[in-house]
């Protein structure tokens, strides 16, 4: 295996200023557009939190276009989601309800905000009993505008544009594990990752599998009831019983253990990468989306660089020398910015590799940043005009 | 030539999406969701209670009996028949009811609850059978899909569990 280059291929002011506000105008526009709303009838906690939301989003793809560099200042905007969005809807279930559990008679009456990692879980029983194993409500309710269409409505739509970068774009849970990988730099586990990672990766396989046939045998959401990490930081069914007891303390167990310890040991975003059924079931919209991440051979010398970075463990060995990551790859852009011989390129599939990359990846990042503005920085300036409700600023 | 085709394609696709992408709040997402809607599923009765079997009006109130629901062959709930006192706000103070479930003129069980002048006070109550097909519960809250006697909104939501084998549907 040759050593990288301690020198940078890539300058570190890839564009002039003029040329990289011209490219960050439409999606300066496009976030003024989608704020508008909360000008008009938001109050003035949701107009400070929607300013600090244009302003970041229009920053860090300046910073994108400017530097050529993605997975840095996608990072920033991912993360700040991730810690961000447990704020806003922790405070809403307290004034709401008091607390973070959901009593049984608000799933009677329809009352859950429909979550997408239960998209899969929903599929079996939704296609042969015509049957949502989900205790929410089809349609919007002034008591639940998260209803069950609007929520597939939007996860579908995403999906058809970003495909399996839904991971590193819209989730709001992703950022979580992503935040904990970051902090610290000691990269310890590196050598298990590494060896088992032929495996590691397989596992959201094996659990979505699990999770699609439990709840089609069951008839409930298995992974909401048994296995969302996340719930510990959002809603979780109260507890009533020794069920309820011990599914809190799964959830609990494996925040804990795959959202905050292991990515911390290893820098990778184990909950997603190790353990995400949703996260498996995206990656099938991979073969759908147009864009994917490719290896220029004749730059690449094979120093490992890209696979270190991947933060779910989506190249191996025979892949890069393939030319291409893995299936589960979400497009986060690490192995790029890391290549230090520009060998890892974006690619828009039909078009020869490395030809115009930087072309590929503004096209999709046009469209990847303008529905992370949509969603996660609607998310963002909810949140934001929270913590100014707490703030003594009135 | 066909790299060339394939390449304008690639591109014409590519522009395709950012029109897409920039649709999706404003056209997109409302398709799909309307889709969804339009689909004829409906939430498993554990849940939504199943389907209406009749509505018993008592003048300021209705009460709403559903048909059974059973479980499926792996899901975990008893068999229960859920029935619906509406809208709270027109009920006594202290409901005490016999209720015909399954309508054949004969009251089943005996339903009875005080509504707390608190609305997020916690509410029990009380299912007296009358009969062997169904269980009584006594002093009883959101124990569980089967056995309950909730405030859920504007509704008391009471689900009564039967007895095994009782149930045909």
Aim: charged letters at 15%.
């Amino acid at each position: 295996m040759a050593s990288p280059s301690s020198a940078p291929a890539r300058p570190p002011a890839f564009r002039s200023i003029g040329r990289s506000i011209l490219l960050t105008l439409p999606i300066a526009l496009w976030s003024l557009l989608m704020f508008t709303p909360s000008f008009r009838s938001g109050g003035r906690a949701l107009s400070i939190g929607a300013v600090l939301v244009i302003v970041f989003m229009t920053s860090l793809f300046f910073l994108m276009m400017r530097t050529g560099e993605t997975y840095r200042w996608r990072r920033i905007f991912f993360v700040a989601l991730g810690f961000l969005f447990p704020v806003g809807f922790i405070a809403s279930l307290i004034a709401e309800r008091g607390t973070m559990s959901i009593p049984i008679s608000r799933m009677v009456s329809g009352d859950t905000p429909f979550c997408f990692m239960v998209t899969p879980a929903l599929i079996l029983p939704a296609a042969f009993a015509r049957t949502i194993v989900f205790p929410g409500s089809i349609l919007p309710t002034a008591s639940n505008p998260h209803s069950i269409a609007v929520m597939i409505g939007l996860w579908f739509a995403f999906t058809l544009v970003l495909g399996k970068a839904w991971c590193s774009y819209a989730c709001f849970f992703g950022g979580m594990d992503e935040g904990f990988a970051a902090f610290g730099k000691r990269r310890r586990l590196h050598r298990f990752v590494t060896k088992y990672g032929s495996i590691l990766r397989l596992i959201p396989w094996a659990i979505l599998l699990c999770v699609v046939l439990l709840s089609a045998a069951l008839f409930e959401p298995f992974y909401c009831m048994w296995l969302c990490p996340f719930k510990t930081v959002t809603e979780f069914p109260a507890v009533r019983d020794l069920e309820t007891a011990l599914q809190f303390g799964v959830f609990v167990t494996l925040f804990v253990g795959l959202v905050v310890v292991l990515p911390y040991l290893t820098k990778k975003r184990t909950q997603c990468g190790f353990f995400c059924p949703f996260g498996a079931f995206q990656s099938l919209f991979n073969k759908i989306n147009l864009f994917d991440i490719r290896f220029d051979r004749e730059k690449c010398f094979d120093c490992g660089l890209c696979q270190t970075s991947c933060p779910t463990v989506a190249l191996s060995k025979e892949s890069v020398r393939e030319g291409k990551t893995l299936l589960n790859c979400m497009k986060c852009g690490a192995c790029v910015d890391a290549c230090k011989k520009d060998a890892a390129v974006w690619h828009l599939k039909g078009t020869p590799v490395a030809v115009k990359p930087e072309r590929a990846r503004l096209l999709f990042l046009y469209g990847a940043w303008a529905l992370a503005t949509m969603f996660g920085g609607s998310i963002l300036a909810n949140s934001i005009a929270t913590m100014v409700h707490w703030l003594p600023l009135k | 030539m066909r790299r060339r085709i394939l390449s304008i394609l690639a591109y014409t696709g590519a522009a395709l999406m950012l029109v897409v992408a920039a649709s999706v709040p404003f056209v997109l997402m409302g398709v799909f969701s309307k889709a969804v809607a339009d689909a004829g599923l409906h939430i498993d009765a554990a849940y939504s209670g199943g389907t209406v079997a009749r509505i018993i009006d008592r003048g300021g109130y209705k009460i709403v009996v559903y048909q059974p629901v059973e479980p499926r062959l792996l899901e975990r709930i008893e068999p229960f028949v859920q029935v619906v006192f509406e809208p709270v706000d027109a009920l006594p103070a202290r409901v005490s009811e016999e209720i015909d479930l399954d309508g054949d003129g004969q009251p089943d069980v005996r339903v009875s609850f005080s509504l707390p002048a608190d609305p997020n006070a916690p509410l029990r109550g009380d299912v007296t059978a009358l009969n062997g097909k169904y269980i009584s519960l006594t002093n009883v809250t959101g124990e569980s899909f089967s056995r309950m006697v909730v405030r859920a909104g504007k509704q008391i939501v009471v689900r009564v569990p039967l007895n095994r084998g009782s149930v045909n549907r």
